[in-house]
């Protein structure tokens, strides 16, 4: 794990080189056309979770701008109708880049294993993220390239088969990327080179946040064993999501971690709740959290993430300097204001889901080493940390968190395995409790 500091600025600059390349932030790679000019120069895609961000992905992906000739051959989708829809929405849209005959279109929770026989190049995986070192241990075993979406784990166990798995891809020359498309947005990288330069001086403190009105939720249905259930209402169950924290949160904490000089906090302790999200449709996570994380240096990071309606919205990260500070919103634009200088603003440019793809296609069509998992795993693990931290209500160590045994996982993955959650006879989940919950 990356150890460079952004409060130094000598070995600040040597480690933004360095992780720029990683993330693609030094933004247009050298591309040789020769390779994509070559002729067999089709990228094969297969997509496993067809959802909202699956269809949005695949859509990204086919029209990238590097000319990639990126053709879709296989679905997996734990449930058929989801596949049925996203093969529409995308045949609809790119005739010419889909070929997904009945024979490799995959159902229910062992789908997945299919994708990587049918001859595809890259597996694009948007499944629910508690399925993702599974899934991702499997496309690697098989020599899969892989774009996966954040976060990478729900708990410790997931988070270090994440690790141990990307190491595997890394020795068998695979390329990884992951789904945090901020990391690629042009006013994230000119902000962050600027902090790396020291423009805004030694960080003081941070401030992130991910405010919203919530999301979709879906409700039960007739007939529906309790694990076809949960998955397919997955954002409320910690097991398939990581509360909201993980799931959502994970982009801004991501890009703390990265202001920071890709170094995770060492310490965190919060607070959260559920007070509007209360019904049975709402499984058992929180609808807020609030996380102070102290780094190693001492630098404070204030998190907060909330889904209630009605209330101050935000999807933005702040550093704050000794000589100034900069603020950037999710998907607006970017501001630096540094003392005795007139601020300057940064539009937001073209939307990261497209460019995050066309960095790694530039990548792949050069047969160029790339790996968004090493630094990108550090803002999962933070979002778990936060977590532990808000579900006890105890001061959490990075170390603690990242050795924790709590796993989260059901009995098996099978439509009559037993996920850990159980409703109550009113229907209702128990949530965590600060006081009397476990850390880890
Ligand atoms: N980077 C971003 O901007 C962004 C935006 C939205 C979502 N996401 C991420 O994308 C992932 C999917 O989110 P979404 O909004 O598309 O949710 P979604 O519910 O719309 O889609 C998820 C799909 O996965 C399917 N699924 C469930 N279990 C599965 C399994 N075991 N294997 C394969 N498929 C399975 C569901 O049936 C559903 O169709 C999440 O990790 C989320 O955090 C990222």
């Not at 397919?232 to 924290?245: A, E, K, M, P, R």
């Not at 993980?246 to 965190?268: C, F, I, K, S, Y």
């Amino acid at each position: 794990m990356e150890k460079s500091s952004p409060q130094s600025r000598s070995s600040t600059r040597r480690n933004f080189l360095h992780t720029a390349a990683a993330s693609g932030a030094l933004g247009v790679l050298p591309w040789s056309r020769a390779v994509h000019a070559a002729g067999s120069d089709m990228v094969k895609i297969a997509l496993s979770g067809c959802g909202g961000r699956g269809t949005g992905a695949l859509a990204d992906a086919l029209s990238n701008s590097v000319g990639g000739n990126v053709q879709l051959i296989a679905l997996h989708d734990a449930f058929g109708d989801r596949i049925e829809n996203c093969l529409r929405a995308i045949s609809a849209r790119f005739p010419d880049k889909v070929d997904v005959p009945p024979d490799r279109r995959f159902t229910d929770l062992d789908g997945y294993q299919h994708l990587t026989e049918t001859g595809a190049d890259i597996i694009l995986d948007c499944s629910p993220p508690g399925f993702r070192p599974m899934h991702f241990e499997h496309y690697v075993q098989a020599g899969k390239h892989v774009f996966m979406e954040k976060p990478l784990a729900v708990d410790a166990p997931g988070f270090r088969r994440m690790l141990a798995a990307n190491e595997q891809a890394k020795a068998k020359g695979l390329r990884v990327a992951v789904g945090h498309h901020l990391r690629h947005e042009l006013k994230h990288k000119e902000m962050i080179s600027r902090i790396w330069n020291g423009e805004i001086g030694r960080i003081t403190h941070l401030r992130v946040y991910f405010n919203s009105s919530g999301v979709w939720v879906r409700p039960r249905k007739p007939d529906q064993t309790e694990m076809q259930y949960q998955v397919n209402n997955w954002y409320y169950f910690t097991w398939l999501s990581g509360d909201h924290i993980v799931e959502q949160h994970v982009h801004d904490l991501d890009v703390m971690n990265w202001m920071m000089g890709n170094r995770h906090p060492v310490t965190a302790q919060g607070l959260g709740g559920r007070q509007f999200r209360v019904g049975k449709d709402y499984g058992e996570i929180f609808d807020h959290h609030a996380v102070e994380f102290t780094y190693e240096d001492g630098t404070k990071g204030f998190s907060y993430c909330r889904h209630i309606p009605g209330c101050w919205d935000s999807f933005s990260e702040h550093a704050h300097g000794t000589k100034g500070f900069v603020s950037i919103e999710g998907h607006g634009h970017a501001i630096i204001q540094v003392e005795g200088r007139d601020p300057v603003r940064v539009e937001r440019g073209p939307d990261g889901h497209g460019l995050e793809w066309d960095d790694f296609l530039k990548a792949h069509l050069n047969g160029e080493a790339y790996n968004e998992v090493d630094h990108t795993i550090l803002g999962t693990m933070t979002a778990i940390l936060g977590r532990m931290a808000t579900y006890s209500g105890q001061i959490v160590t990075w170390d603690e968190a990242v050795a924790s045994q709590l796993d989260l996982s059901p009995s098996g993955y099978t439509w009559d395995a037993e996920p850990q959650p159980k409703p109550g006879p009113d229907g209702i989940y128990p949530c965590a409790m600060p006081g009397q919950t476990k850390a880890y």
